[in-house]
């Protein structure tokens, strides 16, 4: 008879790129024959996986970790924390390992000192595409590790090191076998997504049979095989992005991009030492919508870093207002402990932060409102979320999960299910969400 199999409990906090690392702890914990617990109480050992980006998610880690060992006693922590293991201890000495982010390995090893395998691990149990925490017909594809460029505000790459690509092949067979279990919608991420393959020197790598490079217009075409949307996050607005927008174009992947532009002001982007900061930036949005008129644009921004004067700030506000972008996130800066930038000159006061954030999303708000505005008439494909007895949650090419808007269908609908795919006609919008009726 096989002794019963040892118990995990697992949690998971922080950036979808973390969620990726959780899906695979998890995929190797259930393919070594360990059972996953839903609650503490159950578990034999619990894994805390943190994240350790801006100081609310470090007191958000620290207090998991903390309810974790109330709840359970018995703690494992990995993840972007897990570089700063002093902080980890000094909080709470019981932890029985700290290891670092993606170290699946070291993980892995810790959870087999503290809590052994069962001698039948039933490694049939672990369906070939591995075990996600996202809805089935959705699924985050992490191409690479880590990232080259030293922004002064992030800490990053002192906790991740410097980027790492995985190979072309590895990353389309996961693709395949995503799509092949049911997933609709692969969200490609990663720390700087345009740098994909710079490590490798965009190296060949052999893609079904055929040699293909390891270089993110590749990848787009390669995925854009698959009977599935692409969307991509986290994309620098270098000069080789403008050939990923005739792609758009042609419907080979979504008309959508995620381009973390943080500021419109030259000096403070110099200051904030981000990748693609003299790109003219707004000549390049131009020219993609010239050749994708649908296309979606996604951004994030800061307020109120170090040194940031007024004139700086109206820059910025000049800036979105000709851009024009469709979704935008704004955050007044906070310090990160250990970044570079806490050592500049002329913080900003906490209260015109908040004044200068406010303002910033009083003119976005309009600005997202009338870009919605404009989608009134259109058809779209989308992609169903959720079906209620009365109504529809789906989501559009301009809507990623998580973080953007909606499409509510009204009514009920029989013979649809989540991940399916619709065509419909825009009828509304508010704020965030556009309303819609089946073509
Ligand atoms: S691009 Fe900048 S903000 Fe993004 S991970 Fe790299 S260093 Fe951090």
Redesign the pocket.
């Known amino acids: 008879m096989s002794s019963p199999s040892p118990r995990v409990g697992f949690v998971s906090l922080g950036c979808p790129k973390n969620l990726v690392d959780s899906e695979r702890i998890l995929t190797q914990l259930r393919a070594e024959g360990y059972a996953i617990s839903p609650s503490y109480q159950d578990a034999d050992l619990v894994v805390v996986n943190t994240c350790g980006f801006i100081d609310a998610a470090v007191e958000e880690s620290l207090d998991a970790i903390g309810e974790a060992i109330d709840a359970n006693g018995r703690v494992v922590v990995t993840g972007c924390l897990g570089g700063r293991e002093a902080d980890i201890r000094a909080a709470h000495p019981q932890v029985l390992a700290v290891t670092g982010a993606h170290a699946y390995q070291e993980v892995m090893e810790a959870v087999h000192t503290h809590l052994p395998p069962s001698d039948d691990p039933f490694t049939s149990l672990v369906p070939p595409q591995g075990i996600r925490l996202t809805p089935r017909h959705y699924a985050y594809l992490k191409i690479s590790e880590?990232?080259?460029?030293?922004?002064s505000?992030?800490?990053?790459?002192s906790l991740?090191g410097d980027l790492l690509s995985r190979p072309i092949g590895e990353v389309v067979g996961e693709a395949e076998r995503l799509v092949e279990s049911g997933v609709r919608e692969l969200l490609v991420v990663s720390?700087?997504t345009s740098a994909y393959g710079v490590d490798l020197k965009y190296r060949m790598d052999i893609v079904n049979g055929r040699p293909v490079e390891t270089r993110l217009e590749a990848l787009a075409r390669e995925l854009g095989q698959l009977p599935a949307w692409t969307r991509l996050h986290?994309v620098?607005p270098y000069p080789s992005v403008d050939r990923l927008i005739p792609l758009m174009a042609e419907g080979l992947i979504l008309p959508y991009l995620d381009v973390?532009l943080?500021h419109g002001s030259e000096r403070i982007l110099k200051l904030?030492?981000?990748?693609a900061a003299t790109e003219k930036v707004l000549d390049r949005i131009a020219g993609w919508r010239a050749i994708c008129p649908d296309i979606t644009l996604r951004s994030t921004f800061i307020v109120g870093f170090l040194g940031e004067t007024e004139d700086d700030f109206d820059e910025l506000l000049g800036f979105i207002q000709e851009a024009r972008l469709d979704r935008v996130g704004c955050f007044a800066y906070s310090a990160v402990d250990g970044a570079v930038a806490n050592d500049l000159p002329d913080p900003v006061p906490d209260e015109v932060k908040q004044d200068r954030l406010q303002r910033f999303m009083e003119i976005q708000a309009e600005i997202s409102r009338d870009r919605l505005a404009g989608r009134v008439g259109q058809e779209m494909t989308v992609l169903i979320d959720e079906v209620h007895e009365d109504h529809i949650v789906a989501r559009g090419p301009g809507d990623a999960p998580e973080v953007d808007g909606l499409v509510l269908i009204e009514g009920a609908w029989e013979g649809v299910t989540a991940g399916d795919f619709m065509a419909v006609q825009v009828t509304g919008y508010d704020e965030h969400d556009l309303f819609a009726e089946p073509v």
């Open positions: 880590g990232c080259n460029h030293r922004c505000f992030c800490i990053i790459p991740r720390q700087d986290y620098y973390p943080q904030m030492k981000r990748p």
